[in-house]
C-alpha cells in the first residue's frame, strides 16, 4: 500500500472510531451512510479495529461499539490528573442527583473543550461521545463563566485574540444580548448561563473550578429548556453547582499543598 493509502485508510479508521463515540454504535450500514465511505472500506476497517480491540459487535443488534480499550486513546488527553481525582467523582455524584447531564469545560486555543461529561449516565441525555468536542466560547454557559469569572487581564486577553480571530465588531451582540451585559448578568448569578443560541431546545448554567486565582475549569448543567424553565432550573440547580464546584475546588488546593 503507497504512503498515501496508508494515511486515507488512517483517516478513515479514526473518522469511524469517532462516529462510533459519538452515536453510542451503529451497524456497519449506517457508518458507511454517515461517513460516506464505501461499505466494504467500512467492514475491514471494523475488522481491523475489532482486531486492535478498539471496538466489538454486538450479534443481536448488529451495532458495533467502542470498547473500553478505545478509552486508553485518551489517557494523555487529560493535562492533569486532578480531573479523575478531583472533578469526575463529584461530577458523577451531582450528576445522578440532578439526573440532567453535566459536562467539564476547559479553555483551549480560543475554544471550550470537553473534558469530561456524564451524558452516559444521564437519563435525559440524547448526547453521547461528547469527550474532546469544542464549544465556541461566547455562546456557551462554560466560556461565559470562563470569561465572567477569570481574571481581568486573562479575560481582555482572551477577548482580544477572539476578536482577530472571529473579526468580531464592537459591541458584540449575543443571542442573549450584549456581551457586556450577559457577562455582568453571570456576574450577578455567580454562574454564566446560557437562554438561547448554540444548542436550540436546550438551556444550561456553568460555574467556574478555581486553581489559585485562575479559573482551570468550569461544570456546566445541561437541561431540556421545554422540560423545565431557566429559572426554575436556576433556583434547583445553582447552589448545588456551585458547591460541587467549590468542593472540587478545595479539592485542588489540598493536592497542591501535597506537590
Known amino acids: 500500500m503507497s504512503n498515501f493509502g496508508s494515511v486515507r ?6 473518522l469511524i472510531l469517532q462516529t462510533l463515540n459519538q452515536r453510542n454504535g451503529l451497524k456497519a450500514a449506517e457508518v458507511a451512510a454517515v461517513t460516506a465511505i ?19 459487535r454486538d450479534y443481536s443488534s448488529e451495532k458495533w461499539r467502542p470498547t473500553l480499550q478505545a478509552k486508553t486513546l485518551s489517557s494523555g ?5 486532578w480531573v479523575m481525582q478531583s472533578a469526575v467523582p463529584e461530577m458523577v455524584r451531582l450528576g445522578r442527583e440532578i439526573l440532567w447531564p453535566l459536562a467539564l469545560v476547559t479553555f483551549n486555543d480560543y475554544q471550550m473543550e470537553i473534558r469530561e461529561a456524564t451524558h452516559n449516565i ?15 466560547v461566547l455562546d456557551t454557559a462554560g466560556g461565559r463563566a470562563y470569561l465572567a469569572f ?40 455567580g454562574v454564566g448561563y446560557r437562554k438561547e443560541g448554540y444548542r436550540l431546545g ?10 489559585g486565582a485562575q479559573v482551570v ?7 431540556t ?6 429559572d426554575k432550573a436556576l433556583e434547583q440547580y445553582r447552589d448545588k453547582l456551585l458547591a460541587s464546584t467549590k468542593g472540587i475546588t478545595d479539592a485542588l488546593e489540598q493536592l497542591d499543598t501535597l506537590d
Not at 77 to 81: K, P, W
Not at 122 to 136: A, E, N, R, T, W
Not at 217 to 223: E, G, P
Open 9 to 14: 485508510s488512517l483517516e478513515r479508521g479514526l
Open 38 to 56: 464505501p461499505r466494504p472500506t467500512v467492514y475491514r476497517l471494523l475488522e481491523t479495529l475489532e482486531g486492535l480491540g478498539f471496538v466489538s
Open 77 to 81: 488527553f487529560r493535562h492533569e490528573d
Open 122 to 136: 444521564s437519563p435525559y441525555s440524547i448526547d453521547h461521545g461528547m469527550v474532546g468536542v469544542q464549544l465556541p
Open 150 to 189: 477569570s481574571r481581568e487581564d486573562v479575560r481582555e486577553q482572551t477577548l482580544a485574540g477572539l476578536r482577530a480571530r472571529q473579526g468580531l465588531q464592537h459591541p458584540v451582540i449575543l443571542q442573549d444580548g450584549p456581551l457586556g451585559h450577559v457577562l455582568d448578568t453571570c456576574v450577578k448569578l
Open 202 to 211: 436546550t438551556q444550561s448554567i456553568s460555574a467556574p473550578i478555581y486553581r
Open 217 to 223: 475549569a468550569c461544570l456546566t448543567v445541561i437541561w
Open 225 to 230: 429548556g421545554s422540560a423545565l424553565s431557566f
